[in-house]
T-cell receptor, first 108, second 116 residues
Framework: DAKTTQPNSMESNEEEPVHLPCNHS???????IHWYRQLPSQGPEYVIH???SNVNNRMASLAIAEDRKSSTLILHRATLRDAAVYYCIFATGNQFYFGTGTSLTVIP | DTGVSQNPRHKITKRGQNVTFRCDPISEHNRLYWYRQTLGQGPEFLTYFQNEAQLEKSRLLSDRFSAERPKGSFSTLEIQRTEQGDSAMYLC??????????????FGSGTQLSVL
């Protein structure tokens, strides 16, 4: 039931920006786009979410395409602690569907 | 706010046995979700509660699975007659639903089930 498409893996150098893309072409006009990340042996952790306009918080920025069919999570300066699996999801009705996510490797 | 708590963290059982997991959500969170996650996959939705009412169940949830949330507080997930295919991480999440919007989920650390 995964409705988002993400690259399986990405790499980034430490202290450089990272742009994690996500396609969600079937999203409806009222579905929020959420991003979570998961470290090994832990539950997913909320990162950011938004509806139409770009969003910023202390962890990351979320850039949402004008047609809302894609979005990009931006980590402004990757640290080793940002190495995780990042999930882009949206809630249809009351269910959050997770895909397989993007495994981010941060190179020191 | 002590976060979402799940117990036990690990459970090893023999095939055919029944197991029960417990989830204590963040207090005042009215929504509670159960997910299952296998190695290399994202979490799969199983079921969710709005207060004490179980409002939605995935078709993945066979008759051997049952979940409850008495009084809208903690929740239990029971698996009867466990099978080796039930081996997975079982995750619980809670959220505060306001005006029907899907607010952010807070996850527990999960219960890792191994069926021998």
């Amino acid at each position: 039931d995964a409705k988002t498409t993400q690259p399986n893996s990405m790499e980034s150098n430490e202290e450089e920006p990272v742009h994690l893309p996500c396609n969600h072409s079937t999203i409806s006009g009222t579905d929020y786009i959420h991003w979570y990340r998961q470290l090994p042996s832990q539950g997913p952790e909320y990162v950011i979410h938004g509806l139409t306009s770009n969003v910023n918080n202390r962890m990351a920025s979320l850039a949402i395409a004008e047609d809302r069919k894609s979005s990009t999570l931006i980590l402004h300066r990757a640290t080793l602690r940002d190495a995780a699996v990042y999930y882009c999801i949206f809630a249809t009705g009351n269910q959050f569907y997770f895909g397989t996510g993007t495994s981010l490797t941060v190179i020191p | 706010d002590t976060g979402v708590s799940q117990n036990p963290r690990h459970k090893i059982t023999k095939r055919g046995q029944n197991v029960t997991f417990r989830c204590d959500p963040i207090s005042e969170h009215n929504r509670l979700y159960w997910y299952r996650q296998t190695l290399g996959q994202g979490p799969e939705f199983l079921t969710y509660f709005q207060n004490e009412a179980q409002l939605e169940k995935s078709r993945l949830l066979s008759d051997r699975f049952s979940a409850e949330r008495p009084k809208g507080s903690f929740s239990t997930l029971e698996i009867q007659r466990t099978e080796q295919g039930d081996s997975a991480m079982y995750l619980c999440a809670s959220s505060l639903d306001r005006w029907g919007r899907n607010e952010k989920l807070f996850f527990g650390s999960g219960t890792q089930l191994s069926v021998l």
